[in-house]
């Protein structure tokens, strides 16, 4: 698989449960290691410089793994020092970021107690506090109730506006529908489509068909 995301982009990845969205991921996360080829972010090899690739990453995964034991503030201060965020930019960036994802007023309770919405716009929270260019994303509206959804929706086309790149794997094709400007579709590890919503059409002969008709046309024959 040959790919390139741009800056300021929302790339939509597709595809069938098994295709490899989530091993590309953890791919280009740096969790797991590619068998050829490379993983370049925002110029930087993954292989070759790690830690600072990854500095240039936010990875929402669509379970997020929390220490539960410590507090949803307590969880943000541990993420803000791993990238050597200072105490004041610190405390400035957590209060926007938990108001804004409704977590605030349970800043200071367990993490263990939250419900699994909850766990997940923290984990939002820990992405956004060090900027980073490139947020990864699986499955961003897993356990998001309608407001939340809407509000994620329109914060990755805002960040997006304000050159951050998405990369978002999803089986929302609405969503991708929505918000994507492009959108690449894996079968079997290969992707067999890219291009924008009226590429893809044109590709799978629909005419105006939806991305769900585009999606079963140009993976059904993959199959």
Not at 100 to 117: C, K, N, R, V
Not at 157 to 170: H, N, P, R, V, W
Request: proline share 4%; aromatic share 6%; glycine share 8%.
């Amino acid at each position: 698989m040959n790919l390139s995301v741009s800056s300021g982009e929302i790339f939509g990845f597709i595809g069938p449960n098994g295709a490899g969205k989530t091993t590309t991921i953890q791919m280009m996360a740096g969790l797991l290691n590619p068998t050829e080829g490379s993983v370049i972010i925002d110029g930087i090899d993954m292989a070759a410089q790690p830690e600072k690739a990854k500095k240039k990453i936010g990875l929402i995964p669509d379970r997020p793994f929390l220490y539960e034991k410590l507090t949803g503030m307590e969880f943000l201060r541990f993420t803000a020092d791993l990238y050597n965020i200072e105490q004041e930019s610190f405390l400035e960036k957590t209060e926007n970021l938990l108001n804004m994802f409704s977590i605030f007023d349970h800043a200071h309770e367990l993490i263990e107690s939250y419900s699994h919405g909850m766990k997940q716009r923290l984990i939002m929270s820990a992405v956004l506090l060090h900027d980073p260019p490139l947020i990864v994303v699986d499955e961003p509206m897993v356990g998001l109730d309608p407001r939340g959804a809407k509000m994620v929706r329109n914060l990755f086309c805002s960040l997006a506006e304000k050159g951050t790149t998405i990369f978002m794997s999803t089986h929302t094709l609405r969503l991708a529908e929505d918000v994507c400007s492009r959108i690449g579709i894996i079968n079997k590890g290969i992707l067999i489509a890219t291009g924008t919503i009226t590429d893809l059409k044109h590709a799978a002969h629909v005419g105006e068909a939806n991305l769900e008709e585009v999606f079963f046309q140009l993976t059904e024959g993959e199959s």
